[in-house]
């Protein structure tokens, strides 16, 4: 035990002068690695009986699971994956030797097979010809490597956050997650997707360790604690700029919303634990998922203040509710942004509040606001805010380049949870648009083959969780060019005078993901649509109905009215965020299914993927 | 001579670790593996958890301290 504080004290005092040295010569890391680094308080006792009783559960299950039954279902898995090998051998003995050459070179046309009912995982991963496949193998192994060393660097409060929250179990998944939202994706669109992808997922594992760090259950890191700034997962993390000490967590996003993302039946026991206490069923799963999880006690305990908000709508104020009454010795701030925000008179409140809260932190952390630092990181915001534009300008013409979940994620978690904190962003957004205009000479296609008619998506969309918008394109051919929820501010922001700067601070909350359409009014969400639609030219409006939006259901017979007189196609898609059970993947599908077949008279580019069930799966 | 078993070795190994790896990622291994083995039991872990009751918690408690 001496021998490892020692060379732990050797390890980081190098690693100090290190930093130092970087320090003064303008390259600083991200996320500061002091944080990595801060000590442990672990209640070793506690640990131990958590692992006993882990140790006690792999015996009970040894004696209780029925080995005659898990071995047949092996068995029946390893029958069906032989006859499925022989059926994958027949049809390539019955392929004419082009048509081989293709399938090699050029990867596999049917995506269908690849689900099996019943299973979670795959039967296999998708075969995307031999330069590709190679790839994809490289950015699998790439992703593993990044998630071990990240984890790595705080092993054993991870491992037990691992043992003690369910939500930590489904990141595990998160390479198939990846595969997911890259099915049918090839050449160009794969390698962008990759790289965009690889930076959300490098943020979570990040995140994860801080959140076991600090967890009191776990790693329980006061000096860590004393420095981490919890917000609600919806609001934006901007405002972090000017604080470089401290890190801000968007406190439910590791344990809620991103997750369920990844699982979509992760969520369901904090649903039903609500529910159970007395919640509506009809309530957005979002705010129910996050108060369940508080009832059910799988957040994690930490941080020195949380900053709440009545941001994107009056869910948010329910669950900051019931966060504060669970935590009744964390100190608590509300951001309270006007709602009509297009009216400017209104903005100067704004700073009045994001004042408030800059006071709060410092009067909390000790910390003072730096100007510096805030203005460096709008910057570089601004510069990403560039790039962004630049892929809205190629996915307008007839030749979109930058299409499908990775990108959507991508943008949404750029503007709302990074926000140009993360210097490491900038290469991706350099390299991913080199890559995006190089393919837009060569006119390529995100999917090959597939793309048919240029679709929108528009309210609080679900494609993540039923991988909607991927499949949309491989069954479909319909290719969502852009999302409602990319379409937030993008002026550039103020960074030189600082009452301006706060102005623009204030505009850019009021316009966070979802808020700036879904509240706020008619004009935002029915006009705004319309508008998008000429802009991007889009033949199919995806509107997504969550069946617990109340905002939402208000505007249903005007949008459905306008977009009869305006002749355009739109599909309704009826969810329920994270709980399948209310409208299953499956049914959402059909619901596509029907008006291509039947509105349409569309044939389907992958029939394999009209039908099939995933009903288990993430 | 020895210089150029060593290099046959290591590059049989690496083709050998590269093979290895390829069909774990081809055949989703890593993804039945945790879908399969590693999932079914921790939710037995997390089912069998022992959590706090709001409902049993006096009411002089709330707001005191964290519980």
């Known amino acids: 035990m001496v021998i490892s504080t020692e060379l732990l004290g050797i390890r980081n005092s190098i690693a100090e002068n290190m ?32 692992l006993l009783e882990v140790g006690k559960i ?78 994809d193998f490289w950015e699998w192994c790439r992703m593993w490597g990044m998630l071990i060393g990240t984890f790595g660097k705080d092993l054993v409060p991870a491992l037990n956050t691992t ?15 990846m595969d997911k939202n890259t099915f049918g994706q090839k050449g160009t669109a794969l390698k962008m997707s990759h790289l965009m992808i690889y930076d959300v997922f490098r943020y979570v594992a990040e995140n994860l360790v801080f959140l076991a760090k600090c967890d009191e259950k776990n790693g329980n890191s006061k000096e860590l604690n004393k420095k981490v700034v919890l917000f ?32 979509q039946l992760t969520c369901i026991p904090y649903i039903d634990a609500v529910e159970s206490f007395g919640l509506p069923a009809d309530t957005c799963p979002v705010p129910s998922s ?60 704004a700073v009045e509040d994001i004042k408030g809260c800059i006071k709060f932190v410092e009067e909390i952390t000790g910390a003072k606001w730096s100007w510096d630092a805030y203005f460096k990181q709008m910057k570089r915001f601004n510069e990403e805010t560039n790039y962004e534009l630049q892929k809205w300008e190629v996915n ?60 929108i998506v528009w309210s609080c969309p679900a494609h993540y969780y039923a991988n909607f918008s991927n499949w949309l394109a491989n069954c479909w051919g ?74 939402m259901s208000t505007l249903q017979g005007i949008l459905d009215d306008q977009a009869r007189e305006k002749n355009y196609h739109m599909i309704w898609i009826e969810h329920d965020l994270m709980d399948p059970r209310t409208v299953s993947r499956k049914n959402m599908r059909q619901k596509v299914n029907e008006y291509m077949t039947t509105v349409m008279k569309a044939t389907p580019v992958d029939p394999t993927l009209v039908d099939f069930d995933d009903e288990i799966c993430m | 001579m020895k ?35 590693v999932e079914p039991f921790m939710i037995k872990r997390f089912d069998n958890m022992k959590r706090r009751d709001p409902l049993s918690v006096p009411y002089d408690q709330i707001d005191k301290e964290y519980m």
């Open chain 1, 478 to 551: 319909v290719d969502i060019l852009v999302e409602m929820e990319s379409l937030n501010f993008t002026k550039m922001l103020e960074t030189e005078d600082k009452e301006e700067a706060l102005m623009d601070l204030a505009r850019l909350y009021e316009r966070m993901v979802m808020r700036r359409h879904t509240n706020g009014g008619y004009h935002n969400v029915v006009n705004e649509l319309w508008k998008q639609v000429e802009d991007w030219r889009a033949d199919i409006i995806i509107m997504y109905q969550n069946v617990a939006c109340k905002n």
């Open chain 1, 19 to 50: 930093e130092n040295k970087a320090k003064k010569s303008g390259k600083v890391k991200y996320p500061n690695p002091k944080f990595f680094r801060a000590k442990d308080n672990m209640d070793w006792k506690k640990q131990g009986e958590n």
């Open chain 1, 163 to 177: 043992f003690h929250y369910r939500w930590m179990i489904s990141y595990m998944c998160c390479v198939g997650f």
């Open chain 1, 396 to 455: 307008k013409t007839d030749y979109p380049q930058i299409l499908g979940p990775c990108y959507e994620l991508f943008r949404k978690w750029n503007y709302e949870m990074d926000g140009g904190a993360d210097p490491r962003v900038i290469p991706t957004f350099k390299k991913t648009t080199e890559l995006m205009m190089k393919a837009y000479e060569r006119r390529e296609e995100a999917w090959v083959g597939k793309m048919k008619y240029r679709g």
């Open chain 1, 290 to 349: 996050e108060c369940g999880a508080l009832v059910i006690d799988a957040l994690p305990h930490m941080g020195s203040c949380f900053i709440s908000s009545s941001m994107p709508c009056d869910g948010s104020v329910m669950a900051s509710e019931y966060m504060s009454r669970r935590f009744p010795n964390l100190p608590v701030y509300h951001l309270t942004f006007p709602v009509r925000y297009e009216y400017e008179e209104t903005t100067a409140d």
């Open chain 1, 58 to 135: 792999c015996v009970d299950i040894f004696k209780d699971s029925d080995q005659k039954a898990f071995w047949k279902k092996q068995l029946d898995r390893t029958i069906d994956d032989l006859k499925r090998v022989k059926l994958e051998i027949k049809q390539g003995i019955e392929m004419t030797p082009e048509e081989r050459k293709d399938v090699f070179l050029n990867g596999e046309k049917t995506l269908g097979k690849l689900y099996r009912k019943g299973d979670m995982a795959t039967v296999r991963r998708e075969w995307k010809g031999l330069a590709d496949t190679a790839y």
């Open chain 2, 3 to 37: 210089a150029c078993k060593l290099i046959k070795k290591t590059v049989g190994a690496l083709a050998a670790v590269y093979a290895g790896l390829f069909a774990v990622y081809y055949f989703d291994l890593d993804g039945k593996l945790l879908y399969y083995v």
């Open chain 1, 232 to 263: 609600d997962e919806m609001t934006m993390g901007q405002i972090m700029a000017g604080f470089p000490d401290l890190l801000g967590i968007p406190y439910q996003l590791m344990p809620v919303f991103l997750v369920s993302e990844i699982d």
